[in-house]
Nanobody
């Protein structure tokens, strides 16, 4: 069973930075697209950023130019560098990955989430 565990969340002042990490463990065959999602208080979960196995990236409009997604398939890690943080970035951030179980089956894996709070 494959698991994803996020870390790096916390309390930061507006304008500050945080780096989130997502560590994968278990019987990993191969990851396809990986992504960060977030859910703020009273809001629906939204896509923050995604990255393909080939390194192509996509960002939500509200984080473009401030956040950077990356992955290290050797270390089985994914990262989200968050700069110029705003109070509206406050949310639980979730790691998500498409995991190829075998040659014809994929599964969608989610982490448990890490809280990011931006406040003075």
């Amino acid at each position: 069973q494959v698991q994803l565990v996020e870390s790096g969340g916390g309390l930061v002042q507006p304008g500050g930075s945080l780096r989130l990490s997502c560590a994968a463990s278990g019987s990993i065959f191969r990851f396809g697209i990986m992504a960060w999602h977030r859910q703020g208080p009273g809001k629906q979960r939204e896509l923050v950023a995604s990255i393909t196995s080939g390194g192509s990236v996509n960002y939500g409009e509200s984080v473009k130019g401030r956040f950077t997604i990356s992955r290290d398939d050797v270390k089985k890690m994914m990262y989200l560098q968050m700069n110029s943080l705003k109070p509206e970035d406050t949310a639980v951030y979730y790691c998500n990955a498409a995991h190829q179980v075998n040659y014809d089956r994929w599964e969608n894996i989610w982490g448990q989430g890490t809280q990011v709070t931006v406040s003075s």
